[in-house]
């Protein structure tokens, strides 16, 4: 399984991109795909998480109506739409898909296959 993410980059405060992560194979079969982050010097943190069929979403206090995750699982491809950023955005953000199946999966360890990620730079 080969996740591919894509979509960050140098941007500006207050700019909203939209990442993708693209998989090489099924994602309704995946399940459960997440977003994930992690700063310069700081540990991987959840961001957001979605179900198999897109109907449960779940999101970390950062990003709560802040970020948007969605899927299109006839592109397998899922999304995070994101939301006015600030520096304190600055990250490489990852996708993973989980082999579980269930609401709340925010644990680095609760996913079983990682996308490279993608670097989004934010600047002031």
């Known amino acids: 399984v080969q996740l591919q993410a894509s979509g960050g980059g140098l941007v500006q405060a207050g700019d909203s991109p939209r990442l993708s992560c693209a998989a090489s194979?099924?994602?309704?079969?995946?399940?459960?795909l997440g977003w994930f982050r992690q700063a310069p010097g700081k540990e991987r943190e959840f961001v957001a998480v979605?179900?198999?069929?897109?109907?449960?979403?779940y999101y970390s206090d950062s990003a709560k109506g802040r970020f948007i995750i969605s899927r299109d699982n006839n592109k397998n491809t899922v999304y995070l739409q994101t939301n006015s950023l600030q520096p304190e955005d600055t990250a490489v953000y990852y996708c993973a898909a989980a082999k579980a199946s269930r609401y709340g999966l925010k644990r680095v360890d609760d996913y079983n296959y990682w996308g490279q990620g993608t670097k989004v730079t934010v600047s002031s």
């Open positions: 979605i179900s198999r069929t897109g109907g449960s979403t």
């Open positions: 194979t099924s994602i309704f079969d995946l399940g459960w």
